[in-house]
């Protein structure tokens, strides 16, 4: 059983962590709304005829990120799984928004085609982890649901980190190019969840499991 120290320490891990992100999430959120919100600026300037498509993905983006960690944090759900399942929901349409204005985007864009590619697998992964998220809960399968859920907001602050990342690439020498963004966008979401899945099996690692005592008794009692 772990102590009650450990179990402080445990939340306040989860606590801390969970307010860097909220608290980089709002600057991010905070930065594309100056970066964008002026209809005279540079940045908006590049979006001549596909204002919509980049509303439309900046409003899901923007549903996504703030109810996603309502979702993941709070534990009034577990009570009131209708109030969790509508949040879901919402969550949920603010995914399939962005990831549609994101195609109208992608489409129209007149970059090169290495940073279309990376546009498209972050929206490609971010809808396939969403998807088996719900197809997760749908068979009862919460534990799953909730895995596949982080996996999923991890993918919806892909934006969040590539924009961090890319001036500290800048800043360390390499040259903006379309091979930089690239890359950049791909590790923007597959790092993310690569440390996510070490992390989740060093936690399974270290839970005991409640069959070990069974398969013990099993080695010695095989009718057990």
């Known amino acids: 059983m772990p102590s009650r120290r450990d179990t402080v320490l445990k939340a306040a891990f989860v ?9 980089v999430s709002a600057e991010f959120l905070m930065a594309a709304y100056a970066k964008y919100g ?12 596909r204002h919509g498509w980049l509303w439309l993905h900046l409003a899901g983006g923007v549903v996504a990120i703030v109810t996603g960690p309502i979702q993941l944090l709070a534990r009034w759900w577990w009570e009131r799984p209708a109030l969790h399942r509508r949040v879901g929901y919402l969550y949920f349409g603010g995914v399939l928004t962005a990831s549609a204005a994101a195609a109208g985007l992608i489409a129209t864009t007149p970059a090169p085609l290495s940073i279309k590619i990376g546009f498209a697998g972050t929206a490609l992964a ?26 999923n907001y991890a993918v919806t602050l892909a ?39 070490v992390f ?3 936690v399974l690692a270290a839970r005991p499991s409640p069959y070990r005592w069974r398969t013990a008794i099993r080695q010695h009692l095989p009718w057990f």
């Open 15 to 23: 606590v801390v962590t969970w307010l860097i992100i909220v608290v």
């Open 38 to 49: 002026l209809l005279d600026s540079p940045a908006y300037g590049r979006f001549v005829d």
């Open 126 to 151: 971010w809808l396939t982890t969403a998807l088996l998220a719900m197809i997760a809960i749908h068979r009862g399968r919460v534990e799953r649901h909730r895995t596949w859920m982080i996996r």
């Open 159 to 197: 934006p969040v980190l590539f924009r961090l990342m890319l001036p500290v690439a800048i800043a360390s020498g390499l040259a903006p190019s379309g091979t930089l963004i690239s890359c950049l966008l791909w590790a923007s979401w597959l790092l993310p969840l690569v440390m996510l899945e």
């Open 200 to 202: 989740r099996r060093l």
